[in-house]
């Protein structure tokens, strides 16, 4: 596709329920961040890919929050033993790392996740 | 750490009129500053950035210029219409040694803008 695409859109899980949210970025994107964005907030950093590679993972609250992207291409992020304060949405943006991190990162819809 | 404010909103204006957003920031070394758009419905999506001090960026009739001085990067539009009623986030990369590869963003600022 054209965009970064996101599935699924909409999770509903009942607290303690693992979940597993999926980033199809852009094809041949380098660069890989998630990002977590509560109710009426900016969207906070989780962790950044490069390739294969997770160079920063600085930002995920806990060891509950894990993230992979084996190939280079499609990643995902796996929240375990989910908590109500995980309820948010979760976003992916890929850019092109032409030739540096300010390059354009391009955002995908989000998955809305509710914890019950 | 390196953090953005940005002003609170909503801001409400009357098509035609003049916008600023006030954006500051607090960071170690010399970030890159950008200013994201999210319009109802959609995803968050670039709208300008400046890599350096001094430099400005601008797109679609806004402007912001990278001030090293103030620490600042003020989003303004001489002549607002409807369709810019969205919500705009101020947001700042570091550089790899001293921030890591995290872009922060601001809190968001919305925008109203009546016909």
């Known amino acids: 596709g054209a965009g970064v695409s996101q599935s699924p859109r909409y999770k509903v899980a009942k607290r303690g329920q693992d979940v597993a949210l999926r980033c199809d970025p852009i094809?041949?994107?380098?660069?890989l961040f998630w990002y977590q964005q509560a109710l009426g907030q900016g969207p906070e950093f989780l962790t950044y890919?490069?390739?294969?590679?997770?160079?920063?993972k600085s930002g995920l609250p806990s060891d509950r929050f894990f993230a992979e992207r084996p190939e280079g291409s499609v990643s995902t992020l796996k929240i375990q033993r989910t908590q109500q304060e995980d309820s948010a949405v979760y976003l992916c943006?890929?850019?092109?790392?032409?030739?540096?991190?300010?390059?354009?990162?391009?955002f995908g819809p989000g998955t809305r996740l509710t914890v019950l | 750490g390196d953090s953005v404010t940005q002003m609170e909103g909503p801001v409400t204006l009357s098509e035609e009129a003049f916008l600023t957003i006030n954006c500051t920031y607090t960071?170690?070394?010399?970030?890159?500053l950008f200013w994201y758009v999210q319009y109802p419905g959609e995803g968050l999506q670039l709208l300008l950035k400046a890599t350096k001090a001094d430099d400005k960026g601008s797109n679609k009739g806004f402007e912001a210029t990278y001030r090293k001085e103030t620490t600042s990067f003020h989003l303004e539009k001489g002549s607002v219409q409807v369709s810019d009623s969205a919500v705009y986030f101020c947001?700042?990369?570091?550089?790899?040694?001293?921030?890591?590869?995290?872009?922060?963003f601001g809190a968001g600022t919305r925008l109203f803008v009546k016909a």
């Open positions: 890919f490069q390739n294969e590679a997770q160079l920063d």
């Open positions: 943006a890929s850019s092109s790392y032409r030739d540096s991190l300010t390059d354009t990162q391009y």
């Open positions: 947001a700042l990369i570091g550089t790899p040694r001293t921030g890591g590869f995290k872009t922060i």
């Open positions: 960071a170690t070394g010399y970030p890159s």
């Open positions: 094809s041949g994107h380098v660069s």
